[in-house]
């Protein structure tokens, strides 16, 4: 599965998910055709895209793309999630050093209480769930090479990382986060890698949710370039 969020700040700010999910990938992944992003051969594909609720947020639109991947996969089904939000990584594997009272300190807390339940289902049936990082953007030459440069936080994150130290620099990328592309030889992500096309389909997929009515959501499966299944509602 593939996640993602994104909003529109403003004084109206939108937030929207996205997930891309291949049902049993072997091997075969998604391919961009032009402008499009489509299975490879006969993979089956879900999109799923959707409006956040309440408060408009970039970090709980990510929470919610997590959630609804697991809403939407059989706890019994092992899963691989790839998301581009280090934050949300970070307290997926925080959840079970932490209680609901700590939970009920972050935001997004009903978002995450459901995810910590989806979670600790998988874990008592003995489910393989692994979450990975995978870089964002890498169509961007710098981003792609992972040049070292202070990021902007948004307001409303609720996460803040740790000040880095490193100097900007071009060579080898020194993150504490590896890619899941598994980067080139010299450590900079590979674009056409079907990890970056996957996030690239949730990116676009997070762009339909916001222009979608708050709290609704829409499912599609495709086979090929053809869909043959469309979902419509809250």
């Known amino acids: 599965a593939y996640t ?17 999910l ?53 706890p019994d089904t092992p899963l691989e999630v790839y998301i581009d939000n280090y934050g949300v990584i970070q307290q997926w594997h925080g959840l079970e050093l932490n209680c609901s009272r700590d939970r ?18 998988r874990d008592r049936r003995g489910t393989d769930t692994v979450v990975r990082w995978v870089h964002s953007h890498v169509d961007d030459e710098d981003r792609r090479t992972r040049k070292k440069a202070p990021k902007v936080h948004k307001a409303n994150d609720w996460w803040k990382p740790k000040p880095d130290p490193t100097p900007v620099g071009t060579g ?23 990890h ?9 997929l997070a762009e339909r949710g916001k222009a979608l009515d708050c709290a609704h959501s829409k499912v599609t499966k495709t086979r090929g370039t053809r869909v043959e299944v469309t979902h419509d509602g809250l």
């Open 22 to 74: 291949c049902l049993n990938p072997s091997g075969r992944y998604l391919r961009r055709l032009g402008s499009a992003i489509v299975p490879t051969g006969d993979q089956e594909v879900w999109e799923m895209w959707g409006r956040l609720d309440g408060e408009q947020n970039n970090s709980y639109a990510e929470a919610m793309a997590l959630l609804q991947t697991l809403r939407f996969v059989h």
């Open 172 to 194: 080898r990328s020194t993150s504490p986060m590896e890619c899941a592309c598994g980067g080139d030889a010299s450590g900079h992500c590979i674009q056409a890698h079907p």
């Open 196 to 204: 970056h096309i996957g996030n690239d389909l949730a990116d676009a």
């Open 104 to 121: 009920a300190k972050r935001g997004a807390r009903a978002i995450w209480n459901r995810i910590h339940a989806l979670k600790g289902e």
């Open 4 to 20: 993602d969020g994104g909003l529109d700040p403003g004084p109206q700010p939108v937030a929207g998910w996205g997930v891309g």
